[in-house]
């Protein structure tokens, strides 16, 4: 069974400074994807980031990327220059590449970003 | 576009009350899951429709909870009786299959 876990229920980071949300998951499949999601308080989940479990590469996208740890089992979230407008729920999440693609998510991090 | 829209936006209902929560997807998406986030937790899968056919049911907690999508086009999950413990936000989302999943506003029910 696949199970995601973050371990950081609160962050807070200083606006244009950078933070690090972690996750760490388990799956015994060798392909699979992994999220990075942003719900804020009006509920709407927003991607931010994804990452193919194939992929070496990290993704990137503008200020959001990731460190990708396969043998691991990590999947870190890195926020560069952090705003106001980052300040949310993150949930990170993954989904096998075969079958439902149903999404398994984890407990989210509450990000505060300080003036 | 317009994305996903999920009706009612809040729901308040008495225990015991049945309940409807209506999806509408983005057009020409044929994969639609419908997820519970209770508070303070990640949302947590409950059922996942290919086409018409509910391809996986596996999350619905009990009995009481039912899904269907007609057409393949809109969903409603159905809720019978309900308990105070039902009270969460339902999370509609949708895509192609394989793809990823577009989420919509959700619907916030209270069961007091």
């Known amino acids: 069974a696949q199970t995601v876990t973050q371990s950081q229920p609160e962050m807070s980071v200083q606006e244009a400074e950078t933070v690090t949300l972690s996750c760490t998951y388990d799956t015994s499949e060798s392909d699979y994807y992994l999220f990075w999601y942003k719900q804020p308080p009006s509920r709407q989940m927003i991607l931010v980031i994804r990452?193919?479990?194939?992929?070496?590469q990290n993704a990137t996208e503008n200020r959001f990327s990731v460190n990708f740890q396969k043998a691991a089992k990590s999947f870190s979230l890195k926020i560069s220059d952090s705003q106001l407008g980052d300040a949310a729920m993150y949930f990170c999440?993954?989904?096998?590449?075969?079958?439902?693609?149903?999404?398994?998510f984890g407990t989210g991090t509450r990000l505060k970003v300080l003036a | 576009g317009a994305g996903v829209s999920q009706t009612p936006s809040n729901k308040v209902t008495e225990k015991g009350k049945y309940v409807e929560l209506r999806c509408d997807p983005i057009?020409?998406?044929?994969?639609l899951y419908w997820y519970r986030q209770s508070l303070g937790q990640g949302p947590e899968f409950l059922i996942y429709?290919?086409?018409?056919?509910?391809?996986?049911d596996s999350g619905l907690p009990n009995d009481r909870f039912f899904a269907v999508r007609p057409e393949g086009s809109v969903s409603t999950l159905k809720i019978q009786r309900t308990e105070r413990g039902d009270s969460a936000v339902y999370l509609c989302?949708?895509?192609?299959?394989?793809?990823?999943?577009?989420f919509g506003p959700g619907t916030r029910l209270t069961v007091l």
């Open positions: 989302a949708t895509g192609s299959k394989g793809g990823e999943q577009f």
């Open positions: 990452q193919e479990a194939y992929k070496q």
């Open positions: 057009s020409g998406h044929t994969a």
């Open positions: 999440a993954s989904t096998l590449t075969s079958g439902t693609y149903k999404y398994i």
């Open positions: 429709f290919q086409g018409t056919g509910a391809a996986d």
